[in-house]
């Protein structure tokens, strides 16, 4: 198998006004997460699908499988304490060569976007997809702030993509609070990470407005 997603649903983040997870919310008359996966199986039906989830919530996983019909192949790892050790447990359950890991709450990922990062790969050992700043940027100290050059800075995206070589040596190293995303993980062992173009509308669902906006996405 040559394609593996790891969808990372495990963290402890803060939930938006309700006790489920984001990733369980309903958009468009479905969880989140199944918009999500449905995209990486659009790109590739065969590919190795790993879902990271808290360990209270397998079962409600397991609801959702049998109540929506999901019947793909995939496999389950439990979340761990912080994201790291979250992708870190999800990552022995892989076994493909290529990797990607995504926000379970992305679920306006394009297949033209997987493909494109995957695409990368050819070339780079680590892949993340980025896009423009359109507002003004400010560097702030304290009470001291200063106008940058928002030309020189991008918004990362998820899926980032590597070679399973590659993250299961950055995964091996210890934890630390720098890591804010699987690209910075790679990035501390001296691996190079190039930039792929993005898309505006793969937003990340963490608030209400997001919610608002996806409902917005879904409608012709």
């Given at each position: ?13 803060k939930r ?16 989140i997460?199944l ?13 190795e699908?790993v879902?990271?989830l808290?360990?209270d ?29 979250s ?6 359950e ?17 297949v033209?976007?997987?493909k ?55 995964y091996?190293?210890?934890?630390s ?15 190079k ?5 993005g ?22």
């Amino acid at each position: 198998m040559k394609y593996a997603v790891i969808i990372s649903a495990g963290g402890k983040g803060k939930r938006m006004q309700s006790d489920l997870p984001k990733q369980f919310m309903l958009v468009n008359g479905k969880p989140i997460i199944l918009h999500t996966i449905q995209k990486f199986i659009s790109f590739d039906p065969h590919i190795e699908i790993v879902i990271v989830l808290p360990e209270d919530f397998v079962p409600v996983w397991e609801e959702i499988c049998e109540k929506y019909f999901f019947t793909a192949a995939h496999k389950v790892a439990i979340g761990g304490e912080e994201r790291f050790h979250s992708i870190q447990n999800g990552l022995k359950e892989v076994t493909a060569e290529l990797v990607a890991v995504h926000d379970a709450v992305r679920p306006f990922v394009s297949v033209d976007l997987i493909k494109r990062c995957f695409d990368h790969l050819q070339n780079s050992d680590a892949v993340v997809p980025v896009y423009d700043i359109n507002e003004s940027v400010r560097k702030v100290d304290g009470i001291i702030s200063v106008a940058v050059d928002r030309n020189k800075y991008k918004l990362v995206q998820t899926p980032q993509c590597f070679k399973k070589t590659v993250l299961d040596k950055a995964y091996h190293q210890p934890y630390s609070p720098m890591f804010t995303d699987d690209a910075s993980v790679v990035e501390a062992t001296g691996i190079k990470v190039t930039c792929c173009e993005g898309i505006r509308e793969n937003i990340k669902i963490t608030a209400p407005f997001d919610l608002k906006l996806a409902e917005l996405f879904f409608k012709p």
